[in-house]
C-alpha cells in the first residue's frame, strides 16, 4: 500500500527552508550542550518541588539540535501520529503510478513547508508522541534548538544561562505532566488516534468543509481559530474529541507557564521581560506567517496559554493549588475546552477536596 506522503520529499523542503542560522557555527553554539545538560536537570528538580510531580520514567534527557534535525524528529512524529489516517489515505491513491507519485511528492512539498518554517521559530520541545517498538535512544527527550536559542540571546541581549534555564522549565514542565501521571500520555495519545482515526478522507467532505468556511466569514468568525486544519473538516463527534484535546493542552500549556514562573521565580530576574518579548514575537507573525499559524492551530495554542492560565488562576483562588491537582485524578477530571472557557462550570462538576475534619481545603 503507498503512503500518500512523501516523506522523502518533505525532509529535503523542510531542510531548505529551515535555512542556517551562522551563530550556530559560531563559538557561542559550544556552551549549548553543557548548558542545556545542567539547566534541564536543575529545572527538573525545581519544577517536582513547585508541582509534586515526580517522573517515573527517570532523569530528563536533554539534546540541543540544530533546525535540520528539529525537522526529522519532528518527520518521524508525524510520521507516526498520522499513521490512523494516512493508512486508509493510502488505500485511495490512484493505481495510476504517475498520478500517485505526484500526489505523494504535493503532500511531501505541503508537510515540508510547514515544518521548515516552524523549524526557524521553535525554542525547546518535549517529544511525548512515542510508541514502544522505536529505539529508546530517540524517545523521551527535551529537545532544544539551539541556533534559535542563541539567535533571540544576541537579538534582544538575553542573560544566556537565566534564559536558558526559563526555557528548560517549561519543557521540563511538560515531560513532568506526561511522566509524573501515570494515566496522561496513553490517554492523550488515545484522543489523538480517535481524532484521525475517525476522519473518513473523502474529498467531497473538503468542499463541504470549505463552504462552513465561507459561512464562517461571513459570520464575522475566523474558522481556523479553534484548531488549523483538523478542525474545520472534523464532524461532530470528531469536534467533541477535539473538544477534550482543547481542554486538556490548554490545562497542561496554561500548567507549564504557571509552573514556569513559580519554580524560577528567586532564580530568574528576567524572566518577566522574556515572556513579553516572546508574547510580542508570536502576536507580531503577519502575512504568509500568520497564515501559516492559522493552518497548523498555532494560534489557537496561543489562546490554550491565556486560557489555561485564567482557569488556573479562577480554581486556585477558590480552592487552592490543591483544588487544581483534582484535574489529575483522572481522564474524567479533565477540564472540557467549554470548561477551561468558564471555570464555574468545571468547579460544579467536580468539587473541591475535602479535609478529613469535613471543610472544604483551601490554599
Known amino acids: 500500500m503507498a503512503d500518500p506522503i512523501g516523506w522523502d520529499v518533505a525532509e529535503k523542503v523542510a531542510v531548505r527552508i529551515a535555512g542556517h542560522e551562522p ?66 489515505l493510502g488505500e485511495r491513491m490512484p493505481t495510476n503510478p504517475v498520478a500517485a507519485q505526484a500526489t505523494r511528492t504535493l503532500t511531501g512539498v505541503e508537510v515540508g513547508t510547514l515544518l521548515g518554517w516552524m523549524s526557524t521559530r521553535v525554542l525547546g520541545q518535549y517529544d ?89 466569514v461571513r459570520a464575522g468568525r475566523n474558522p481556523l481559530d479553534e484548531g488549523g486544519l483538523v478542525a474545520l473538516v472534523a464532524t461532530p463527534d470528531q469536534r467533541q474529541v477535539l473538544g ?17 514562573e513559580r519554580a524560577g521565580a528567586d532564580l530568574i530576574p528576567s524572566a518577566e521581560r522574556f515572556s513579553r518579548v516572546l508574547h510580542q514575537r508570536r502576536a507580531q507573525a503577519s502575512g504568509m506567517a500568520r497564515a501559516v499559524q492559522k493552518l497548523v492551530g498555532l494560534e489557537a495554542k496561543l489562546k490554550q496559554y491565556e486560557q489555561g492560565e485564567r482557569f488556573i488562576e479562577a480554581v486556585e483562588a477558590e480552592g487552592g493549588p490543591q483544588y487544581l491537582n483534582r484535574a489529575w485524578e483522572g481522564a474524567e477530571m479533565l477540564p472540557s475546552l467549554a470548561e477551561i472557557r468558564e471555570p464555574s462550570m468545571w468547579m460544579r462538576r467536580v468539587p473541591a477536596p475535602v479535609a478529613p475534619g469535613g471543610a472544604i481545603v483551601a490554599g
Not at 47 to 65: C, Q
Not at 141 to 159: C, D, M, Q, S, T
Open 128 to 216: 511525548l508522541l512515542v510508541i514502544d517498538d522505536e529505539t529508546a535512544a530517540d524517545q523521551d527527550i527535551v529537545y532544544y534548538v539551539g541556533p534559535n536559542v542563541l539567535a533571540l540571546e544576541k537579538r534582544f541581549a538575553f542573560p544566556p544561562r537565566e534564559f536558558r534555564l526559563w526555557l528548560a522549565l517549561h519543557e521540563v514542565t511538560h515531560r513532568a505532566q506526561f511522566t509524573g501521571i501515570p494515566w496522561l500520555r496513553g490517554h492523550f495519545l488515545s484522543l489523538v488516534e480517535a481524532s484521525l482515526g475517525s476522519i473518513e478522507p473523502d474529498p467531497k467532505r473538503f468542499l463541504v468543509a470549505l463552504r462552513r468556511a465561507v459561512d464562517e
Open 244 to 260: 477534550q484535546i482543547g481542554g486538556m493542552m490548554s490545562l497542561l500549556e496554561g500548567h507549564g507557564d504557571v509552573t514556569m
Open 23 to 88: 551563530l550556530a557555527d559560531s563559538y557561542h553554539a559550544d556552551s549549548l550542550g553543557p548548558d542545556f545538560a545542567e539547566l534541564t536537570a536543575e529545572a527538573e528538580a525545581l519544577v517536582a518541588e513547585a508541582t509534586g510531580l515526580e517522573s517515573m520514567a527517570g532523569p530528563a534527557r536533554a539534546r540541543v539540535t540544530d533546525r535540520a534535525g528539529w525537522v526529522r524528529a519532528n518527520l518521524a512524529s508525524f510520521q507516526r501520529m498520522l499513521r490512523p489516517l494516512t493508512g486508509r
